[in-house]
């Protein structure tokens, strides 16, 4: 058995394991520049969105049988693929439509990019398509998965060595004391500063996707129609922003609407960048109308899977 001041040094260390676990694993995102922390390899990324996108197809009821429809979204998803930057590796991108009420759209490590029937019906121009799936594509080409696989792996770790640490130190030691109160603190908090974590990869993502409309020639202003929609989704019921995974939409849009105000005001009511709604009901919303109502939602217990990192997610916002 370990001394109380032996005990209560190991104990410190591992705590200490939080923060720097983080200059473990750094890489620099190709998409934002900035250093963050990658446990994982492209290879490997490309790996968990392969084995986990049949199985998440699945629960969202498969694809879309009209060709028309399904291959609009793939076509306008691989346009948007190629204003990614230099840095992201050739990656396995696939957009698939699923025949899913759920109002909804997520992508796997990889470039796995999942749209569903539900959102792409309460949408009305081929612009706003390109804000969802230029938004899934951020969350690939800045690893947002990557990033949360590892911290949590991180987080995770730390936990469990100062739980042992804890757990086998002497009942009158300080370390047993104070590590009984300290415990439930620190899961509680490093929660919250996990869905924090999201929160900001959610934003980011918004950002890069507006960045990928407008390389591919469509008005980012799209993008603040599908925040519009998924705040008119919303409902009144909502936990605090600071204890979900992702930002109120109100906030999503603020932030749009500053970006709208100065990088990209030179967008608007400019004909260059454009919104194609005839397209999009021709090739979309007709289609997906002549066919028979999606099957009723199954269970989604794969978006508790860190490995999805959904961008317009939790029941309405796309993750």
């Known amino acids: 058995m370990l001394s109380n001041s032996r005990s209560m040094s190991v104990f410190l260390a591992i705590l200490a394991m939080l923060s720097v676990f983080g200059s473990v694993g750094c890489s620099t995102s190709p998409?934002?520049?900035k250093r963050i922390v990658t446990l994982l390899s492209w290879e490997q990324e490309k790996k968990l969105g392969l084995d986990a996108a049949a199985g998440l197809a699945e629960q969202f009821g498969g694809e879309v049988s009209d060709v028309i429809p399904s291959q609009y979204v793939r076509q306008v998803g691989m346009k948007l693929v190629a204003g990614v930057e230099e840095g992201v590796p050739d990656l396995d991108w696939e957009f698939t439509l699923l025949d899913s009420d759920v109002i909804n759209a997520f992508a796997l490590p990889g470039g796995k990019v999942f749209f569903t029937r539900?959102?792409?019906?309460?949408?009305?121009?081929?612009a706003e398509m390109a804000g969802v799936l230029g938004h899934e594509i951020g969350h690939v080409?800045?690893?947002?998965?990557n990033q949360r696989i590892s911290k949590q792996m991180g987080f995770n770790f730390a936990i469990t060595g100062a739980?042992?640490?804890?757990?086998?130190?002497?009942s009158s030691s300080d370390?047993?004391?104070y590590g009984r109160i300290a415990m439930p603190a620190l899961a509680i908090g490093g929660n919250v500063v996990l869905l924090s974590y999201g929160r900001n990869g959610e934003s980011e993502a918004d950002m890069l996707g507006m960045r990928y409309m407008e390389r591919a020639g469509y008005n980012p202003i799209g993008q603040l129609r599908v925040m519009e929609v998924l705040l008119a989704q919303a409902g009144d019921t909502r936990q605090p922003e600071w204890l979900s995974t992702h930002p109120y939409p109100e906030s999503r849009i603020e932030a749009i609407h500053k970006l709208l105000d100065t990088k990209y005001a030179y967008t608007q009511d400019n004909?260059?960048?454009?919104?194609?709604?005839?397209?999009?009901e021709q090739r979309m919303l007709v289609?997906?109308?002549n066919l028979p109502p999606p099957p009723s939602a199954q269970s989604t217990s794969l978006l508790n899977n860190p490995a999805l990192w959904c961008g317009h997610c939790s029941p309405i916002a796309m993750n």
Do not use: C, Q
């Open 31 to 33: 998409a934002t520049g």
């Open 118 to 126: 539900g959102l792409a019906e309460k949408l009305d121009s081929e």
């Open 141 to 145: 080409t800045a690893r947002h998965g």
């Open 163 to 170: 739980s042992v640490i804890v757990g086998t130190s002497k």
């Open 175 to 177: 370390v047993r004391k």
């Open 271 to 280: 004909p260059s960048y454009v919104f194609n709604r005839a397209e999009y």
């Open 287 to 289: 289609p997906l109308g």
